[in-house]
């Protein structure tokens, strides 16, 4: 079985990938599964914010059908 969730990316995962993408993965997919297979190496783009319909979650939060899932990175600031 498999998932179709709206996956949106913010500021630099945008760079060579897209914005907002419909995308299947398998069912018990976590968030940290997702960003690996899209392609977001974040060992060199730590990840910031993770949110599932507006609400913050963790890395190994389980994603479900018709979720969507917003990535942003870590901002800086001062």
């Known amino acids: 079985m498999s998932i ?14 897209f914005k907002v993408k419909e995308m299947t993965f398998p069912k018990g997919s976590t968030a940290i599964y997702v960003i690996d297979e899209i392609g977001i190496d974040h060992s060199k783009l730590p ?12 890395e190994d939060f389980v994603l479900e059908n018709g979720n969507v899932f917003t990535i942003f990175p870590k901002v800086g600031g001062g």
């Open 47 to 58: 990840i910031g914010v993770l949110m599932v319909n507006g609400v913050h979650v963790e």
């Open 4 to 17: 179709t969730i709206t996956v949106k990316l913010f500021a630099q995962y945008r760079d060579g990938l």
